[in-house]
């Protein structure tokens, strides 16, 4: 058996026995929250608990983690470092590369391995791409991302490109409180400026709401900030170049209606129900001042929580864990048969592998 005819065979059997590996590559948020991350996290764990060698790859030793703000049963996936150099990377072996990390394809393109894009946010596709030049050039032909507005750009931009879609989930512990709503407004935007400016906004526009609070919810532990979160009476969303939202569902699987900018690319989860919209940034403060108002006088209307609560019945663990399953059950078939093609066309006729 000819060297080259021994790795596929290794490389086939690795395959069939899941014995190969899932690299993906994240980045060190040194320790903020970030919803892209607790993503990663949980499509490492699912890999893992469905019988795959799941990796969460990082650039650096000192790699900080997330246990302070996804906690133990999460951080506990397996890691490795770039830079220990311990990596050994084999032809069986899959490494997926979040569309941030585009300026790294060029490193890896002579690895033997195959090689996918986790686009979560669609802004940054071409971030750190050079101009005129895709995935495909770099050898990478697949991605994963998470919505059909998501697929619609990238098909745009990379027509041969396959893309699988596996949407998140909303943990459990993200739900109405027990107890009265506060007079509390969670706010939530990608720039802190545009918190401090919305803030002092409605203080200025509604100086007789100076005894209501608001509530940045950054750099905490994801369940002390869907604790929080629930004990809210609205939330304040902002984010332009939001690929998906994970905010608004959380608010909204709160029970807490959620005020917001429409971002550049709409939701698809979005409708003139589930919360109240506006598409100028500038009119954000004038909805949320009429919002507590009716608040106070309890004039929210009950088709506003029905929507919200049938908007997040989709975002359930189990359909999570469902996508994940069929779309690598898909990726490691396909990976399975063109190894078996690439080893039948050296394998002589009438001599088989052994």
Same mark, same amino acid.
């Given at each position: 058996m000819t060297e080259q005819v021994f790795k596929l065979q290794e490389t086939l059997d690795k395959l069939n026995s899941k014995k190969s590996r899932i690299f993906l590559l994240t980045m060190d948020t040194k320790g903020v929250q970030k919803a892209s991350i607790a993503y990663n996290y949980?499509?490492?764990?699912?890999?893992?608990?469905?019988?795959?060698?799941?990796?969460?790859?990082?650039?650096?030793?000192?790699?900080?983690?997330?246990?302070?703000?996804?906690?133990?049963?999460?951080s506990s996936v397996p890691h490795v470092s770039i830079e220990s150099k311990q990596i050994n990377v084999e032809l069986s072996d899959l490494v997926i590369v979040p569309e941030i990390f585009g300026h790294v394809l060029e490193q890896i393109k002579s690895m033997p391995c195959e090689k996918m894009i986790l686009c979560q946010s669609y802004d940054y596709i071409l971030e750190t791409l050079p101009p005129g030049t895709t995935w495909p050039v770099f050898g990478?032909?697949?991605?994963?991302?998470?919505?059909?507005?998501?697929?619609?750009?990238?098909?745009?931009?990379?027509?041969?490109? /396959?893309?699988?879609?596996?949407? @998140? !989930?909303?943990?459990?512990?993200?739900?109405?409180?027990?107890?009265?709503?506060?007079?509390? =407004?969670?706010?939530?935007?990608?720039?802190p400026r545009d918190t401090m400016k919305i803030i002092k906004s409605f203080y200025l526009k509604f100086p007789q709401y100076k005894w209501i609070s608001f509530r940045d919810l950054r750099n905490m532990s994801r369940e002390s900030f869907a604790e929080s979160l629930s004990d809210s009476c609205a939330s304040v969303w902002v984010d332009d170049i939001s690929g998906f939202g994970t905010f608004p569902l959380e608010s909204m699987k709160c029970g807490v209606p959620v005020i917001g900018k429409v971002p550049n690319l709409q939701p698809e989860w979005m409708t003139e129900n589930n919360g109240v919209w506006t598409y100028e940034?500038?009119?954000?403060?004038?909805?949320?001042?009429?919002?507590?108002?009716?608040?106070?006088? /309890?004039?929210?209307?009950?088709? @506003? !929580?029905?929507?919200?609560?049938?908007?997040?019945?989709?975002?359930?663990?189990?359909?999570? =864990?469902?996508?994940?399953?069929n779309t690598f059950k898909s990726i490691f078939d396909r990976k399975i048969r063109e190894t078996k093609i690439n080893l039948e066309k050296l394998t002589p006729v009438g001599v088989e592998n052994e």
């Open positions: 949980e499509l490492v764990k699912t890999l893992n608990d469905l019988g795959y060698n799941a990796y969460i790859m990082h650039e650096k030793n000192d790699y900080m983690g997330v246990e302070s703000w996804l906690g133990s049963e999460l990478v032909h697949r991605v994963i991302t998470t919505t059909k507005g998501q697929t619609e750009m990238i098909k745009s931009l990379m027509p041969t490109v /396959d893309v699988s879609e596996i949407q @998140l !989930y909303i943990p459990n512990y993200f739900k109405p409180t027990s107890k009265p709503q506060s007079p509390i =407004i969670s706010i939530h935007t990608r720039e940034f500038n009119k954000v403060v004038d909805v949320l001042g009429s919002y507590i108002n009716k608040w106070l006088e /309890d004039e929210i209307p009950q088709e @506003l !929580y029905e929507s919200m609560a049938k908007t997040v019945e989709g975002y359930e663990k189990e359909s999570f =864990i469902s996508s994940v399953e």
